[in-house]
Every structure is written in C-alpha cells, then in structure tokens.
C-alpha cells in the first residue's frame, strides 16, 4: 500500500505539487494520493483555478514610441557614464605610477634617497627660499650648494 | 543568418562601452522589469520611471554581475524586483500622507491613464477577479509579493529565488503558499 494514502497532504504541500517545486518522490505520492482521496483532489483544484485566475493578470503596455524615448534618454545616459568612467581611467593610470614608484622606493630606499637627494640639490635657491626649507633643517643651502659642487 | 548574442556577450559588450549592446540588453529585458515594477508598484507611471532607474542601476552595476552565481535574467530580476519594492515603499508612504484625496479623483486617474496605454485586462471578463488579485497582492508582505511576482510571472524556481533572497527554501515556499492562500480567499470574497 503506498505511503501516500495513510495521510492528506497539507495545502502548502499540495501547492508546491501543483507547481512542481517538490522532490519527484514527494510528487509520486502526492500524485497517487490525490487519485485516491477526494477531500485533497478538491483543495487541489481549487487551487489550480486560483493559480490560473492569477496567470491571468496581464501587464498592459505603453505605447512603443514611449519606450524608444526612454531608451534614447538612457543610452544617453550610458554615453555620459562612459566618458566619465574613460577620465576616471586616466586618473587611474596616474595613481598606478604613483604607486608603482611608491613600491620602489619602498624595495630600494637607499637609490631612492639618491634620486631625491639629486632633484633636491638641483632645486633653485629660489625654492628653497619659499618652501623655507632653511628655517626647518639649518644649513639646508650649505648643505645643497655642497651637493650642487659634487655632481 | 546569426544566432542572437547570449547575455553574457552583450554584458560583455556593455562593460566595454559598447552603446549597441546595452542597447540590446534592453530591448530583451524591458518589458519582464517593467512588468515586474509594474505588479509591485501598481501604477503604470511609477512602473516606467522604476525600469528606467533600474536599467541605470544595472549598466553602473553590471561590474558585480558574476555568471557563476546567478544568470543575468535572475540578477536582473532579483534588481528590478527589489528597486520596485524600494518605489512602493515611497509610493504608499505618499499615500498615507495623502488621505485627503478623493479615491474617486484616484480611479478615475487610473481609468484615464489606461486609456492612454490600453489595459486588455481591465476590458476582459472576470475583471473584477484580477482587481481582486491585484488588490491583494498589494497589500502582501515585501517577501511574499517578491516570491509571488518573481513565481508565477517570471517562472523563477523557488530554489533561484531563494539563493536570490539569501533565506532557505523552506521560507521561500511558505511565503508563496501564503501569498498564494491570501489571493485564494481575496478571489472567494470577490465571488460572492
């Protein structure tokens, strides 16, 4: 005797028969039991009118005209987000070499010492003037003049 | 002739700024989005703003999208689905704030708005039964109105929806036996 006919199912289960979202074993016995018992054929009927009452809610639509304007307005849209995104790309690249030298100084501070100690001694006075380089660490002309001589 | 390019090549296409494919995308999923909005929101003119900010959602987005995941129609719909609840939101707290107004004014708004973008369903026999349904599934809860819609009308699996909505199928199939339940007795009220 199958196991099918020893209970009735409940509404959910008999629902997800229906829209065959159970496991196929559960279906076969829901299946077979529904043959047998009238009380649960019964729910699943009207569950199935319920179901096709629902299907019928259509969707009207707006003219074809319309949408073409919407589309228009987003791939306008879509254009203006990528000429954005392409200059954000530029900033990109620029961060990139940023951080790429970063990473070298980081790997090699020793060269990188030099390359700075070079460019600064290759600084105009002028500059040393109005970063005030003086007044923060004495001696700073004496020091890149010196530089100055030895390269 | 050429067969028609998967979903994959057209976001593939879109990604790198290719205006024809996104261009594609939208025609193959306006109207599944603007339905989906358009049963969430019920009204029409909320529904088409919802497409337009959805399909703007999702070209900033398309980036997340990862295939192995979900397909592009389930992340799509899982998108438009939860945009359009995110609207109804706004749309019913307006409401609330709007009980001075006549609720005939309302109907006969709606009924002016259908005859400008036709409403087969309103004309057909037994209309009274899918206004019943409409009714109720408006005043269903945020899940069960997202597992109804995506169910029956977007035939997604409970198991999709699911691993969509982050929760177990146990969950999903009880929301949308309840939803389900709540339509059955709002169609008996309408019948008698």
Redesign the interface.
Same mark, same amino acid.
């Given at each position: 005797m199958p196991r099918s006919e020893t209970r009735h199912y409940s509404?959910?289960e008999l629902?997800?028969h229906l829209?065959q979202?159970e496991t196929p074993e559960a279906g076969e016995n829901i299946a077979g039991h529904v043959r047998e018992c009238g009380e649960c054929h019964a729910v699943l009927r009207?569950?199935e009118i319920?179901?096709a @009452?629902?299907?019928?809610?259509?969707?009207? #639509?707006?003219?074809a005209e319309?949408?073409e304007a919407?589309?228009l @307005? %987003?791939?306008e849209?879509?254009?203006r #987000?990528?000429a954005w %995104?392409e200059r954000r790309g530029l900033l990109r690249t620029l961060m990139h070499g940023f951080e790429s030298a970063w990473d070298y100084a980081l790997a090699n501070p020793l060269p990188t010492l030099g390359y700075v100690v070079v460019a600064l001694a290759f600084a105009s006075e002028r500059t040393i003037t109005f970063l005030g380089l003086d007044r923060v660490v004495p001696a700073t002309s004496e020091v890149i003049e010196i530089i100055r001589q030895f390269f | 002739m050429t067969s028609p390019l998967s979903d994959e090549d057209l976001v593939e296409g879109a990604l790198g700024g290719d205006e024809n494919a996104f261009s594609q995308l939208y025609e193959r999923y306006r109207h599944p989005v603007y339905a989906t909005a358009y049963r969430i929101i019920q009204s029409a003119e909320d529904a088409r703003d919802a497409t337009q900010e959805i399909f703007v959602k999702l070209y900033r987005s398309l980036q997340s999208w990862n295939p192995r995941k979900a397909s592009f129609s389930t992340w799509t719909y899982r998108l438009a689905s939860n945009h359009a609840i995110d609207c109804w939101r706004i749309r019913r707290r307006r409401h609330e704030t709007q009980d001075t107004e006549d609720t005939g004014e309302k109907v006969a708004r709606e009924y002016a708005l259908g005859d400008a973008i036709r409403s087969p369903y309103r004309e057909a026999a037994g209309r009274e039964l899918v206004d019943a349904v409409c009714r109720c599934v408006d005043l269903l809860p945020e899940l069960q109105k997202k597992v109804f819609i995506l169910r029956y009308f977007q035939e997604m699996k409970l198991e999709e929806i699911a691993e969509m909505e982050n929760c177990s199928l146990g969950t999903v199939k009880t929301s949308l036996f309840r939803a389900t339940h709540a339509v059955r007795r709002a169609l008996r009220k309408a019948r008698s």
């Open positions: 509404e959910e629902l997800m829209l979202e009207e569950y319920v179901v @009452r629902i299907l019928r809610w259509s969707v009207s #639509d707006f003219p319309v949408w919407d589309r @307005r %987003l791939l849209l879509f254009r #987000d990528q %995104l | -």
